[in-house]
C-alpha cells in the first residue's frame, strides 16, 4: 500500500495562529525565502492574478533598484481602483524543499504586507491554499 501522505508539504509552527481568537478566519499570511531572505507578512491571495512585491521591501531587503526592469502596468484592484506597476523583476523564491524563480510587478506604495503571491506562483508550485489545515492547540488532557 502506497503512503497517502504528500511529500512537499508547507506546513505551520505550533504558534502561529496562538494569538488569533478565530485563526481559520482570517487571512492566509505566511513567511518565505526570497532570495535568501525570510520574509515575513506575506499574504497569499487566490484572486490575484499577478505576484506582488513593494518597493520598500525590495529596498529593505538590499536589492539594488536598477535589478527592476522598469516599466508602468495597470493593476486593476478589486473595488475597481487602478494602480501603476513600477516595473517587474524576477527573484527565487523558496517554499519549503521546492524553489521557483517568479516574476513579480513591483508597486511602490504603502501596504500591509510585504509581498502578495498571486495564482502564477501558486500554480507553479502547485500548491493548493487553506486556512483549515492551520494547527489547532488542543489541550493534552482531552
Known amino acids: 500500500m502506497q503512503d497517502s501522505t504528500c511529500a512537499n508539504v508547507i506546513s ?3 504558534g502561529a495562529t496562538a494569538d488569533r481568537a478565530k485563526p481559520r478566519n482570517d487571512l492566509l499570511v505566511i513567511e518565505l525565502t526570497i532570495r535568501d531572505i525570510d ?3 506575506v499574504l497569499i491571495d487566490t484572486g490575484s492574478s499577478a505576484d506582488i512585491i513593494f518597493k520598500e521591501t525590495l529596498e529593505n531587503m538590499g536589492i539594488d533598484q536598477f ?3 522598469k516599466y508602468p502596468s495597470p493593476l486593476l484592484g478589486l473595488s475597481g481602483e487602478t494602480t501603476l506597476a513600477y ?3 524576477n527573484l527565487a523564491v523558496k517554499a519549503g524543499t521546492m524553489t521557483r524563480v517568479t516574476e513579480f510587478l513591483v508597486v511602490d506604495r504603502y501596504a500591509s504586507y510585504n509581498v502578495i503571491m498571486g495564482t502564477p506562483w501558486l500554480n507553479a508550485m502547485r500548491a ?10 488542543k489541550n493534552e488532557e482531552d
Open 67 to 69: 535589478e527592476i526592469v
Open 87 to 89: 516595473g517587474s523583476i
Open 12 to 14: 505551520f509552527k505550533g
Open 128 to 137: 493548493i491554499p487553506s486556512t483549515c489545515v492551520m494547527p489547532l492547540n
Open 39 to 41: 520574509v515575513v507578512r
